[in-house]
């Protein structure tokens, strides 16, 4: 039977290579995985210091249980040239950032220690996916994933494959597709057998077949009382696989889930039933340590888009994303539309032979995870490449026709060879704001970009974004300005059956060469800033929810008179899944309001717009008279469900510090993030308070970052790391404006998560 178990631990790190001491133990700092080769300041750098070569370590003592069995190191993502020696002699190379690799250890492995080097080069070499030309986000160096160590006997299951092909009939079944590696040739009888359980272990059913050669497949038939996995009830199985032969047994496990996803030309269907979708991009990186993040951080970015943002899916903007992200999104039921690397640049063949590997590199490692809905077979805004991409979209339909494909583009009338045709709109980015340009298109039709004279199925990819970067610490009037642009390209898909729906770009800012961005190496094009604090635009998206699943009410304000041009604070949006609002403002003048349909006819929840059809005067905006206090009441049934204040006279009454999370896990590398924010009086955001607030850690934790930290947008946020220590983790916060914040975790040791 085999065994599993991380390796991240032990690790030394040293900059540089030198290949005459791949046998030899190097001097170095101590690390633990997922590790950054270099921790990069929040902004203004120079991104090439990572571009370079890397060396890591770690010794692997022999054990009783390597004796004729076959050993193998897996890494899960390591950027972006690797090459794995083993006693000074190669045993694996692999040339890309994304996607897994293993590397056989069987053979070289001897009594006593063994030195095991990883080389990485960082560099951006044209050979290699998507470098070549000039890319918009970064591509941080480093063993920035999992390692695991794998032992098994010499015959082993290398993959599992789950397809559901009747998961909407009455009686449904499954069918487990095993692939055998058989690493001595041995030959003899074998078997396998499939089990299904359900979430509380329960066999449900199960399945034996007798093995030819090096694949099989098992089919369970009959399968009564399964529910569907669905956003909302996302219902999952596991799938216990063994194989026995007469040298010895292995057994894997898999989840998966029974559904069926379908884009079509009338839009998209989960089971069958239409939904319109409402996502969000991502891009898997972090201030200072870029990609290195480990298990809970990424499933934390997994809920802020499904219970957060209320998103149904996520596109991972531009190459395949972590495990435990994409096991998270199955867990909670939020859908996936992954793609291969790349960034509107196409290589030469060498270049296009390493890209269509990652297609079947992504697909393999991620075809059992009902999250996912399209595989992405074309580089991200590239040029038509006909030949090219005729290969990635045949090789993703043999590899898994239960899945449709899709190549985003931002072209029109480009070569469709895709089952969907996925395309960047940024027609919504005309200059003048909505209330100068009540006209602006919002998206266009869909066959002035196809360029076809019938529908086809079709889903907007990108929106906003580059058009209208938005710094959590802008002006009050560009943040309406990003919210309005937000609400007219949802409120467009919502009305157009056609259009499957719309992921905007992004759901986070995001580090980037000198080319892109404001010239401090970040795009400012998230709904939320690097540290995953909301901007206004976020709540255009939390704003589409059921009440039930929470109350929103966010004033797209800072309710100050003299913020805006000219004055006054009209129009007011006000997002919300409200019935109506009341606005108070002092003691007197008292307005109601409903939800503004004519604007936005087609949103679930269209925000109010108090403007001057509710103040014909301007009684907000006229200049000189005295300013007020405003309380906000959203009404629900006719009953208020939720009340804010804001006031007239801000002045810093408390720093407000709170984790995402109540304690750190020791037994693995894990960052809680650290919210500060800075309020007045009311409890609001001081948005143009700028001090710098000051960090102490005591205890088994370490922070990430500098320990003086800036405000923006009334807020700061930092991210604490496990150590490896268990107990008490003090955090002190400190400012000159306010009185000494203290909070405490606790770091505990939890059981390691399972891998196959």
Known sequence: MRSMRLLNDGWVFQEGFNKRLRGEPISGQSVTLPHSAVELPLNYFDETVYQREFTYQRMIEWQPEFKGREVFLLFDGAMADAAVYLNGELVASHRDGYTPFEARLTDGLRKGDNLLTVKIDGSENPDIPPFGGQIDYLTYAGIYRDAWLRVTDAVWIENVKIETPDALAAMKSAVVHCEIRNAGLISGSASITARILDAEGAEIATANMPLEGESGSVELTSLSRISLWHLDSP???????????????????????????????????????????????????????????????????????????????????????????????????????????????????????????????????????????LWGVRINESTDSHDFY?????????????????????????????????????????????????????????????????????????????????????????????????????????????????????????????????????????????????????????????????????????????????????????????????????????????????????????????????????????????????????????????????????????????PDQPHLIASEKDAVKVSIHALDQAGSLLPFLTDPVFVKVRGPARLIGPESLALRGGVAAFWLESTGGTGAVGVEVTSSRFQLTRIELEAVRRQLPERN
């Open 390 to 658: 005729v290969e990635t979209n045949a090789l993703a339909r043999r590899l898994d026709p239960t899945r449709q494909t899709a190549g985003v583009r931002n072209i029109t009338e480009s070569g469709f060879l895709e089952d969907v045709y996925t395309m960047n709109d940024f027609v919504n980015g005309s200059e003048e704001p909505a209330w100068v340009n009540r006209y602006r298109i919002p998206l266009r039709k869909q066959q002035e970009v196809t360029g076809l004279n019938h529908p086809v199925p079709y889903l907007v990819t990108e929106f906003n974004g580059h058009m209208h970067p938005t710094k959590i610490s802008d002006p009050e009037q560009r943040q309406a300005e990003h919210v309005t642009r937000y609400l007219e390209v949802l409120n467009a898909a919502f009305g157009t059956p056609e259009v499957s729906g719309c992921v905007g770009w992004c759901l986070f800012d995001y580090n980037t060469h000198k080319d892109f961005g404001s010239g401090d190496r970040i795009c400012h094009h998230g709904v939320l800033d690097m540290f995953r604090e909301p901007k206004f635009a976020a709540y255009v998206y939390a704003s589409q929810c059921d009440p039930s699943q929470g109350v929103v009410l966010k004033p797209v304000t800072w309710w100050a008179r003299g913020e805006r041009n000219i004055g006054s604070v009209l129009p007011l949006i006000v997002l919300t899944n409200c019935d109506e609002i009341e606005l108070q403002y002092g003691d007197g003048m008292t307005r109601r309001a409903v939800p503004d349909r004519d604007t936005y006819p087609n949103l679930p929840h269209a925000p109010v717009v108090l403007d001057h059809r509710h103040f014909p005067l301007d009684d907000l905006g006229l200049w000189g008279m005295k300013w007020d206090d405003m309380t906000l009441t959203g009404f629900i049934g006719g009953k208020p469900a939720k009340r804010i204040q804001m006031v007239a006279n801000p002045v810093p009454n408390r720093l407000e510090v709170f």
């Open 235 to 373: 219902t999952m199985y596991k799938a216990v696989v063994e194989l026995d032969h007469f040298a010895g047994s292995d057994r894997v496990s898999c989840q998966f889930g029974f559904r069926t996803a379908e884009f079509a030309a009338d839009g998209f269907r989960l089971n069958g039933k239409r939904l319109k979708i409402v996502g969000l991009n991502r891009h898997q990186s972090y201030p200072y340590v870029g990609y290195a993040m480990g298990r809970r951080a990424q499933e934390r970015d997994a809920e802020i888009l499904k219970r957060g943002l209320n998103c149904n899916l996520v596109r991972t903007s531009h190459y395949p994303q972590s495990p435990w992200f994409l096991d998270h999104c199955d867990r909670i039921g939020l859908l996936v539309f992954e793609e291969i690397p790349g960034w509107q640049h196409i290589g030469g063949s060498d270049w296009k032979r390493e890209s269509v590997a990652n297609v079947e590199r992504m697909i393999r490692r991620d075809w059992n995870h009902p999250s996912i809905v």
